[in-house]
């Protein structure tokens, strides 16, 4: 089963608990379900959002689910290249 959920916007400090409630719902709603983030209207994130995101995946894998992320502006595929999270996460454009 495939959850989607669509972010937007710019995800730091004053928009990440909104975030995380929306993934922490999708995967609690959902167990075992790969939940698809989609990106293309994310403008920024910063490390709150990654930190948010990696919490995710592993409350995810943990109940034999997953995260894919999907359709990441460059600016922001360039957070995770710089971070190597796009070697912890599946990337799709």
Known sequence: MTIEVALAGEIDVSTVAEVKEKLTGAIEANPGATVHVD????????????????????????????????????????????????KVFEIQS
Do not use: H, M
Request: net charge positive; proline share 2%; charged share 20%.
């Open 39 to 86: 990106l293309t209207k994310v403008e920024f994130l910063d490390s709150t959002a990654l930190g948010v995101l990696v919490g995710a995946l592993r409350r995810a894998r943990t109940s034999g689910g997953e995260i894919v992320l999907a359709g990441a502006r460059p600016n922001v595929a360039k957070v995770f290249q710089i971070t190597g999270l796009d």
